[in-house]
């Protein structure tokens, strides 16, 4: 039996978040008996349980502010150490998802090492450039992701060009790496065009179908907001602007209307968040078109997801967009003008023409980035160490 031990989501069930996603497929879609997953589970008391045949503990992490990651990490991979010790276990792999931890990475490592057991780190996207964090917390960032790195037996990348950024800032560490994708839901929303709570979400938000496009996604700065709505602003196009996104008590919010006096145009709409699944699949697969302007980090689930449900998507031309949509996609990039005369084409472009870059899109997804195909590699990479 190969036991797997997942630190770094906060955990599953997965309520939301990339990570959290990833955990809950990779343990739902298991294929392979002889792997024992044991997930850690961000939580108010330390209780045990099994979900999706995989040992769940939680850790009781307070309320301690930013440092509230950082320590939820040491405190579960202490309890995992724990763990392997008091039931000597030496056939084992700790999977780390993130950078957070490097400073304490010395420490763990030779304990680890000491069983036997092998250290995997998802070095993710590059945290250590995010706008949210001030000049102290970047350069944490930075330094723990140079530890992790130095100290993993091997890396797992979800996107080429987080591989490749990897291999070339830290080749001093001559690192071990590897690429698994993220994945990504392949089937259309169980919803019909008809059912209730769908024409109720429009009627609500004051939007028709494929009459809009449409943003699901983290509101913070690098994510380009600000960029998306000025040039949209800009353009002709007489679709809405809607934009699912959690804005309530968000300080960007309020230096996004400084920057691009939005409310004065009635296409942009913030429409707040949808939670329901089927409900957020449909309404990508009705829009007329999809932006995605994320610009840090490696494979984004949401982009996956436009690809996979929304025909035509817009994307902010950058290494790790195009590794994953190549010629499924249009591409813009930040120059005045560019993405509103973008906007400007797609709003007159065939249907014929739409249809081919949907199924280029889709063809990429079926292809490389099916749930099924990221969880064999998996454990392939769990059992046989390839």
């Known amino acids: 039996m190969k036991n797997v031990f997942i630190i770094g989501s906060k955990g599953i069930p997965a309520n939301y978040g990339g990570f959290e996603t990833f955990v809950e497929k990779l343990t739902e879609g298991k294929k392979d008996d002889e792997i024992k997953y044991h997930v850690a589970c961000m939580s108010n008391n330390n209780n045990e349980f099994e979900y999706n045949d995989s040992r769940c503990f939680n850790v009781n992490v307070p309320n301690i502010g930013a440092a509230k990651a950082v320590y939820y990490d040491v405190v579960a991979l202490k309890t995992v150490v724990d763990y392997i010790e008091e039931n000597n276990i030496c056939d084992a792999i700790v999977y780390i998802l993130a950078c957070r931890i490097g400073p304490f990475m010395g420490y763990f490592k030779k304990k680890l090492k000491n069983k036997g057991i092998k250290l995997l780190v998802n070095p993710d996207g590059h945290e250590w450039k995010r706008a949210k964090w001030n000049v102290l917390i970047r350069q944490y960032w930075k330094l723990s992701e140079r530890l992790m790195v130095k100290h993993a037996d091997l890396l797992v990348c979800d996107s080429i060009n987080i591989e490749s950024y990897i291999k070339e800032d830290y080749k001093k560490y001559n690192p071990k790496t590897t690429f698994i994708a993220y994945g990504a839901e392949c089937e259309p929303s169980k919803l019909d065009d008809n059912h209730n709570e769908l024409i109720k979400w429009y009627e609500e938000k004051g939007v028709k179908p494929n009459e809009y496009y449409l943003v699901v996604g983290r509101f913070v700065p690098e994510n380009n907001y600000v960029l998306m709505i000025k040039e949209f602003m800009k353009s002709n196009s007489n679709k809405d602007f809607v934009i699912i996104t959690n804005v309530e008590k968000n300080k960007f919010y309020d230096e996004l209307k400084g920057l691009t006096d939005f409310e004065g145009d009635k296409r942009i709409k913030f429409v707040g968040t949808v939670y329901n699944q089927e409900l957020i699949k449909k309404i990508r697969e009705n829009a007329y078109a999809y932006f995605h302007g994320h610009e840090v980090g490696g494979t984004n689930p949401s982009l996956l997801e ?66 099924d195909r990221i969880i064999k590699k998996y454990e392939s990479l769990f059992l046989k160490g390839e």
Do not use: H, P
Not at 324 to 350: H, P, R, S, T
């Open 306 to 371: 436009a690809l996979a449900s929304t025909k035509l998507n817009l994307l902010l031309d950058v290494g790790f967009n195009k590794e994953v949509a190549e010629e499924g996609a249009i591409y813009f990039n930040k120059e005045e003008g560019n993405l509103a005369q973008a906007i400007d084409v797609c709003d007159k472009m065939k249907k014929t023409e739409i249809d081919e870059l949907a199924l280029r899109a889709k063809e990429r997804i079926n292809k490389y980035y099916t749930w």
